[in-house]
């Protein structure tokens, strides 16, 4: 099964692409956060991550939410990137703040932190961008293997992605990982629900059941068709007992589709 809007979200751009991003920061410069802010993400990151944990944000950019979740009281994130120029960009602008730290590095190799190094890695949009590129399941194994052993047990990798559960799950709830996987979904910002809605929803903050097979409910209503997810797997702790189901990788996955 086909998410069109996660194939037509890669055709334009090389968003795999170290030289991609590098070019893009040196024309844009500035700051940009894609998908969504801190302030609506907040709620999800403050309940999954106590404000002392040591965290990782993947794929920072020259997004704003790392210096967002410092004022908000968070004190050790570490902010990594494939793109030097960002990285440069980012260190610069934010050495009067101790509490973020920034370097360069490719996801998929980040072998110069040691095993279960952070209580958290967030991930906006990085997931996304190596879907793009060109083995895309490879490089996803690739970053996933590398979050995963550098959660802590009991830790959680939190992914902001467009990438609906037929496209993420079979990535994601791969045994070897044994995540523990709770779905949200929020609607872009800005969005206005309309007024014949018929959606029952009370909160966004509510999870999405799961079916056994890692797929949305079949009654679930999507309000807003731009809506992002937002995926919370936590490395279970070896002594919690857990049936962790895991999902067959469908074509499109294999296909090069996010
Ligand atoms: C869609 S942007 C998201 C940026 C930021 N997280 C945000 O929310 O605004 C994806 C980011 O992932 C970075 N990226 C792409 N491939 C990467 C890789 N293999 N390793 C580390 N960072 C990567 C890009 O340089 C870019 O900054």
Request: net charge negative.
């Given at each position: 099964?086909?998410?069109?809007?996660?194939?037509?979200?890669?055709?334009?751009?090389?968003?795999?692409?170290?030289?991609?991003?590098?070019?893009?920061?040196i024309q844009e410069g500035g700051s940009f956060d894609w998908?969504?802010?801190?302030?609506?993400?907040?709620?999800?990151?403050?309940?999954?991550?106590?404000?002392?944990?040591?965290?990782?944000?993947?794929?920072?950019?020259?997004?704003?939410?790392?210096?967002?979740?410092?004022?908000?009281?968070?004190?050790?994130?570490?902010?990594?990137?494939?793109?030097?120029?960002?990285?440069?960009?980012?260190?610069?602008?934010?050495?009067?703040?101790?509490?973020?730290?920034?370097?360069q590095m490719d996801v998929r190799d980040m072998s110069y932190f040691p095993d279960e190094s952070f209580d958290g890695v967030?991930?906006?949009?990085?997931?996304?961008?190596?879907?793009?590129?060109?083995?895309?399941?490879?490089?996803?194994?690739?970053?996933?293997?590398?979050?995963?052993?550098?959660?802590?047990?009991?830790?959680?990798?939190?992914?902001?992605?467009?990438?609906?559960?037929?496209?993420?799950?079979?990535?994601?709830?791969?045994?070897?990982?044994?995540?523990?996987?709770?779905?949200?979904?929020?609607?872009?910002?800005?969005?206005?629900?309309?007024?014949?809605?018929?959606?029952?929803?009370?909160?966004?903050?509510?999870?999405?059941?799961?079916?056994?097979?890692?797929?949305?409910?079949?009654?679930?209503?999507?309000?807003?068709?731009?809506?992002?997810?937002?995926?919370?797997?936590?490395?279970?702790?070896?002594?919690?007992?857990?049936?962790?189901?895991?999902?067959?990788?469908?074509?499109?996955?294999?296909?090069?589709?996010?």
């Amino acid at each position: 099964m086909y998410s069109q809007r996660d194939v037509s979200s890669c055709n334009t751009y090389n968003y795999g692409d170290a030289l991609y991003w590098d070019t893009r920061y040196i024309q844009e410069g500035g700051s940009f956060d894609w998908y969504q802010r801190y302030s609506s993400l907040r709620p999800f990151v403050r309940h999954c991550f106590p404000l002392s944990s040591t965290l990782l944000m993947v794929g920072c950019g020259n997004a704003v939410m790392s210096e967002d979740m410092v004022r908000d009281g968070y004190e050790d994130i570490v902010n990594i990137d494939i793109s030097s120029v960002a990285i440069d960009m980012m260190r610069r602008k934010y050495e009067y703040i101790p509490q973020l730290k920034y370097m360069q590095m490719d996801v998929r190799d980040m072998s110069y932190f040691p095993d279960e190094s952070f209580d958290g890695v967030i991930d906006k949009g990085t997931l996304d961008s190596l879907m793009c590129g060109t083995d895309a399941p490879i490089s996803a194994s690739q970053m996933l293997a590398e979050v995963c052993r550098l959660l802590k047990p009991g830790g959680s990798y939190m992914l902001i992605t467009y990438g609906d559960p037929t496209v993420r799950m079979p990535h994601l709830s791969k045994p070897v990982y044994n995540w523990k996987i709770t779905l949200y979904n929020i609607p872009r910002p800005g969005f206005q629900k309309p007024e014949t809605s018929t959606s029952a929803r009370k909160s966004y903050l509510e999870p999405i059941p799961l079916t056994e097979k890692g797929s949305l409910p079949t009654d679930w209503v999507m309000e807003d068709p731009d809506s992002h997810f937002i995926y919370v797997c936590r490395k279970i702790i070896d002594t919690e007992i857990d049936n962790v189901p895991s999902y067959k990788l469908t074509t499109d996955v294999a296909l090069n589709h996010w």
